[in-house]
């Protein structure tokens, strides 16, 4: 049984909903090869590569993003107040149904 489903959105609109039997997000999304999300650094909060946008109805089951994470966050060009490093999000069957956006599809 997968932990939890989880809805990608790209800007464009187009979106697919995977499942995730735990670890990160980043790391569901990139085994589930969801574009824009490279996860370059590995999964430690330092390349920006795996920035989604929570969704309104999710942000405050997902929480706020650490002090490390927006340290990064500052340095990507369309960071707003619902940006996350998907790497430091960990997937709990809580999140079960969360939708996020790719920043950078
Ligand atoms: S994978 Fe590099 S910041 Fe998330």
């Known amino acids: 049984m997968p932990m939890a489903r989880i809805r990608f959105a790209q800007a464009d609109g ?8 735990g670890g990160s997000l980043m790391e569901a999304a990139r085994a589930a090869g969801v574009r824009g999300i490279e996860g ?18 999710w942000l405050e089951a997902v929480g706020p993003a650490s002090a490390a ?13 619902a940006s996350r490093l998907s790497c430091q999000i ?16």
């Open 69 to 81: 994470e927006l340290d990064m966050l500052e340095f990507e060009p369309a960071t707003t107040h």
């Open 90 to 105: 960990a997937v709990t069957s809580a999140l079960d149904g969360l939708k996020v956006t790719v920043a950078n599809g």
């Open 14 to 21: 187009s979106e697919i909903t995977l499942e995730s039997f």
């Open 40 to 57: 370059q650094c590995g999964g430690v909060a330092s390349c920006g590569t795996c920035h989604v946008y929570v969704d309104a109805a």
